[in-house]
Antibody
Framework: QLQLQESGPGLVKPSETLSLTCTVS??????????WGWIRQPPGKGLEWIGS???????SYNPSLRSRVTISVETSKNQFSLKLTSVTAADTAVYYC???????????????????WGQGTLVTVSS | SYELTQPPSVSVSPGQTARITCSGD??????ACWYQQKPGQAPVLVIY???ERPSGIPERFSGSSSGTTVTLTISGVQAEDEADYYC???????????FGGGTKLTVL
């Protein structure tokens, strides 16, 4: 059974960088059939896609966050990571990692959906 | 920016049929999927590619598509189906993932 687990600081100061890691177990991140994504959910609000990455390192991002986001992959550790720079209170959210399937290519989100999710981790931006 | 529009809330009595809609111009040409999210839990995929059901999802969950609207139908609603439901697709260019605003399903 595939499992994903987010890890990282639960509190980040404004203007600093949010860094999270997702560890995948029960399957290989190197599979050519899958991509890996980050989604966030501010308290009491809806879901927002942050971006997705293929094991080769190719990534696609939400245009509204692209200037501040980097997603990377570490295949030797079966992990992928999220960095979000210059955070503000608006970035306070539960951050989920998930397996992204159904795409034809990393830059083509048509058909994409997320079939396995981590439990999520709350990141609060506050001084 | 591109949006997927869902009703904020839907209410049904147990045993009845719940229908949750999601509208967006690009849905006429792109697949959509649906997630169920209960309080404090991660979302669960219940429908993908408009009408495909993942293994383990009860048959009472079904999806359909017509023009620019997709619909999640829950037949014979049970108390355990009370949750938030989100549709998801891609934007009109097909490059970015987009979520609907979510619909709170209340089982009366």
């Amino acid at each position: 059974q595939l499992q994903l687990q987010e890890s990282g600081p639960g509190l980040v100061k404004p203007s600093e960088t949010l860094s999270l890691t997702c560890t995948v177990s029960g399957g290989s991140i190197r599979s050519s059939s899958y991509n890996w994504g980050w989604i966030r959910q501010p308290p009491g609000k809806g879901l927002e896609w942050i971006g997705s990455i293929y094991y080769s390192g190719s990534a696609s991002y939400n245009p509204s966050l692209r200037s501040r986001v980097t997603i990377s992959v570490e295949t030797s550790k079966n992990q992928f990571s999220l960095k979000l720079t210059s955070v503000t209170a608006a970035d306070t959210a539960v951050y989920y990692c998930a397996r992204d399937v159904g795409r034809r290519a990393i830059y083509d989100s048509s058909g994409a959906h997320f079939d396995y999710w981590g439990q999520g981790t709350l990141v609060t931006v506050s001084s | 920016s591109y949006e997927l529009t869902q009703p904020p809330s839907v209410s049904v009595s147990p045993g009845q049929t719940a229908r949750i809609t999601c509208s967006g111009d690009a849905l006429a040409k792109l697949y959509a999927c649906w997630y169920q999210q209960k309080p404090g839990q991660a979302p669960v995929l219940v429908i993908y590619k408009d009408n495909e059901r993942p293994s383990g999802i009860p048959e009472r969950f079904s999806g359909s598509s017509s023009g620019t609207t997709v619909t999640l139908t829950i037949s014979g609603v049970q108390a355990e189906d009370e949750a938030d439901y989100y549709c998801q697709s891609a934007d009109s260019s097909g490059t970015s993932v987009v979520f609907g605003g979510g619909t709170k399903l209340t089982v009366l």
